[in-house]
């Protein structure tokens, strides 16, 4: 099992900037994949962007040279730096890891953290 838990999320005006975190715990195995996705009020659970154990990103077009994923391996944590924020991105954000133990693909998600891009 693994546990995600976010925090730094708020209300900020559009232009402004927020940086996510998310604490990982449990049995974070070797190749385990880090990200975030994100959910608005009315539409489906999106795709924000990813990291592997070795640092190779991904991220969704919409986000693209605005939002930079890091992480921290020996912390077991995983970061989302929001830059240039619209209001389009305001949704709750979900830490999400994903794993492939002897075949299987696990994947967990944090209770996620409210992000609201409003003047």
């Known amino acids: 099992q693994v546990q995600l838990v976010e925090s730094g999320g708020g209300l900020v005006q559009p232009g402004g900037s927020l940086r996510l975190s998310c604490a990982a715990s449990?049995?974070?195995?070797?190749?385990?994949?880090l990200g975030w996705y994100r959910q608005a009020p009315g539409k489906q659970r999106e795709y924000v962007a990813d990291i592997t154990e070795d640092g190779s990103k991904n991220y969704a077009d919409s986000v693209k040279g605005r939002f930079t994923i890091s992480r921290e391996n020996f912390k077991n944590m995983v970061y989302l730096q929001m830059n240039s924020l619209k209001p389009e991105d305001t949704a709750i954000y979900y830490c999400?890891?994903?794993?492939?133990?002897?075949?299987?693909?696990?994947?967990?998600w944090g209770q996620g953290t409210q992000v609201t891009v409003s003047s």
């Open positions: 999400h890891a994903a794993v492939h133990v002897m075949g299987v693909k696990m994947e967990y």
């Open positions: 449990g049995s974070i195995f070797s190749g385990t994949v």
